[in-house]
């Protein structure tokens, strides 16, 4: 057999079967005349272009399909037979040619046996079109839909292709043994020798299957069922599960593409369905948590499946085969299958977490997956990004919103409920005295922080989250608080500008920067409220020298003017004795130099004394305090709460303030008592000068016990203001000051109230230097760290180890009890001993009468008193000292603060 019969053999077996014998004939003698033009002139190069054009030509001339057949099986045939001529084209020689076309032509003829009949050869199976599409010579210029996702990962992929390679496998066998059995009939003439045999398998089979549907019976019942519409040929059962009923008489090809191509029609019912219960309930269902967020979300799959309606009603019913069905409706089961396994997430998942989800998605490689994603995420975007714009310029926060927990930011109602104050009428009264919102409520959540949006890193969106966090809560402070209406408002114009001319979800560098003018701009501006409007730093000065005693000027004074109600009984105290001492002591001590200063006398005038309940027996001593009234914008910074632990501090502190004055009182008196008697043993005429001596030696050794107490006492006020509070206090200042620098700042100028403009690109600061002001000095203090700042403050003084009796490490070993415990126990000995020490001076003083008036009458029962005095102020003194021991000692033994402790120790000592 020469290789032109090898030739012709190759393009009977390729060719479409509508191709006629004559029109082979043809096609045999034009592509020989290609092929030996090419051969003989070694120099000419192959043209793909003259090839595919022949190709083309022959597709077009040839007889139409039956009304069974398949374009696509046509298709593949020209296809393959393009590729088999075309790579004999390629050969670099005749040779090669020749070897190339006996090679096909034993691969494509059947094998004759040794009585001379044809047989079938086993390893000859043809594999589906789609499984040749991917393994042989494709042509890249026009790939199909499924070689379009043939790398695609879908699980059912693989159980696809089985149901085609077997029926097509079956398909070529049966053809083939046709074939052959033809070709045995003709005495085993080869193929050029044949008359042309037009029958097909399809046409000899359905002698012997007249009971199977039709192709075009199964696709007039197509689009109905891909909309699950149910149909007497397709009945669809749509309970607990969607079943679709294939009916039995069709063919096993048929229905393998059926179960295929009705994948779409059960993913989209199950979709539908899934809305249609989303819109029979209650948007806040418990069921299927449904926040604002995931509204967007359904309601782009609903326009999606309105579209996938479109698609089935204009393309679906033009298709002319149910293979063409499944090439047009296969990209829509992939994009239904991704829709799925979103919605399956929706009753699980919060509304942000499903916007992250499908930003991720955006990366991921598949452009098909990446084109789903961002087209659902553009749907959820737009409402996120409205939510937070709100947030950066207004300081708003829609409560559908934040309670859906779809937001990194939310207002937390779990708190003390609390009558919210919104800004109408009431709140244009003083900030001062009227209502506000609860700013503590207002909540951060570190892990809803959207790193899509701040990009870079986790840390740094968490800085810039933060910040976020903090522009708003901020400009709530201003507008609330702090009444600045004006200022907010320009705040708001100015950056809604900015945010309408940027994507935030595309220019993510200029966001950021931003996000940076704006966080600057309002913590400097929140500074220069709080100490041009409300005198921060004067205030906690104020608290300083008042409930701290840091003025001991001022203190002497309130307690020199106090002093003729406060031994009195609680229940008799006046206000008005409390505000005419109050009133005294500011004009007598250093505090006269605040009046009629710029304030108005306002940080004066918050100055208060008040007393508190008292119980049974009470005297002034135990129920007065100061007090300072600070501003409500203050009160936010500063906390309302802490106050209290300067109330507590005071209450420490004036116990040592009244031991002090009641020592000082009672030793000046009886130096007074000492230098009558002292006159009165010199006098000549006095015949008692041995007893006088007597008295005056044994009040000396009290003297020098009261000197004793008085010390420690001293001592214990000096390290606790001098070395203590003093310190802590300067440390704060000293960390306040240095955090503000407003000056050359990427924000707000501070000395006015215009913005300046932002340099979108210039100012943008990267990775490294995101929360940094241009001057390198250090971030300004936001409001938060400003509260933080002065709560390490009192709480370094609260948890000092003298004042605090709630820090199990500063239990003495020796006496088992807070260092404050004993301290406070001391003072109680030292008042019994200056109360003891008043009566000494009493009964002295009654001598002193009796001695003066010379009269005996009674003398020795004051003096038998006086010497009962005697013992128990002894007793008093030994009590005092054997505390002061015990304190000392557990101070050198203390292990957790061994420096601190032994410091007190040694100055106590």
Known sequence: ????????????????????????????????????SIVIDQKRLFQDSVLRRLITQYEGITSP???????????????????????????????????????????????????????????????????????????????????????????NRDSFESFENLEDR?????????????????NGLVPSALEDYT??????????????????????????????ITTALFPIKNDTTIQIQIPTNVSNGDSAILHNIFEASILYQYLNNFLQKIQNFNHNSVAYNITPLKISLLSKLQSNLQTYMEFVNHDIVLARSLKEVYLLIYDKILELRFYKYVIDLVPTKHGDELLSFLKNLQNHGDKELEYWSNDLATAMQGLYETYL??????????????????????????????????????????TRHGGFIDLDRYKLNKNKIPFYLFSFSKSLSEKLGYKVYEIGKSLLYLLYYCEEFSWVNEFTRTFEQHFS????????????????KQYYSVIDYIHKVLEDKYYFMEVIK???????????????????????????????????????????????SSLRHLLNKYDNNEIVNCVDARILESGHGSIGWDVFTLDFIIFKPLEIVIGADKKKNYLKIFNFLWKLKRVEFESLKGWETNNSIVRDFTKLRQAESNNNKPLIKDILSKFSKINCCRHIIFTFIEKVQSYLFLFFIEVEYSKFMNEYRLSINTKNRVGMNSNDTSFSEINNTDNILLPSGIGVPLNGLGDSLNMEELKELHENFIKSLVDHILLTNSNNNYVGKISGQFYSTSLTSMIKSILQFTKTYNILNETMYEIYLKFNLSSIDGLNSILSKFNNSLLQIAKDFKVFEEQKNVLLRDLRLDTNLPQTALELSNFLR
């Open 65 to 155: 399909i039956d009304d069974r057949g398949s374009s696509l099986e046509t298709l593949e045939k020209w296809n393959k037979l393009y590729n088999i001529i075309k790579t004999l084209a390629m050969c670099t020689d005749k040779n090669s040619m020749i070897q190339q076309l006996k090679m096909l032509n034993t691969v494509l003829s059947p094998i004759r046996s040794d009585n001379g009949s044809f047989i079938i050869p086993n390893n000859n199976i043809i594999e589906s079109p789609y499984s040749n599409r991917r393994n042989s010579t494709i042509d890249l210029d026009s790939p199909s839909p499924i070689e379009k996702h043939a790398n695609k990962n879908y699980s």
């Open 501 to 516: 001319k940027i994507n935030i979800f595309v220019k993510q560098e200029e966001f950021i920067s931003i996000i940076e």
């Open 170 to 186: 079956l398909s070529e066998i049966r053809s083939r043994s046709s074939r052959y059995t033809h070709i045995s009939k003709t």
């Open 1 to 36: 057999m020469t290789w032109h019969d090898d030739l012709f053999n190759v393009i009977s077996q390729c060719a479409p079967k509508n191709v006629s014998l004559q029109q082979k004939k043809h096609l045999y003698s034009d592509i020989l005349d290609l092929l030996e």
């Open 542 to 588: 104020m608290l300083k020298d008042l409930l701290l005693m840091g003025n001991g000027n001022f203190i002497s004074i309130v307690l020199r003017e106090s002093q003729s109600f406060l031994n009195a009984e609680a229940q008799f105290l006046q206000s008005s004795a409390l505000t005419n001492s109050l009133r005294i002591s500011i004009q007598s």
């Open 199 to 228: 029958e097909t398998l399809r046409a000899f089979s359905d002698k012997y299957y007249p009971d199977l549907l039709s192709e075009n019976e199964l696709l007039k019942h197509m689009s109905y069922t891909l909309l699950g």
């Open 389 to 430: 714009i709100n947030w950066l310029t207004k300081g708003e926060l829609d409560a559908s919103f934040s309670s859906s927990l779809d937001f990194f930011i939310y207002y937390d109602n779990s708190a003390k409920k609390e009558e919210k104050t919104t800004l109408n009428s009431s709140l244009l009264m003083n």
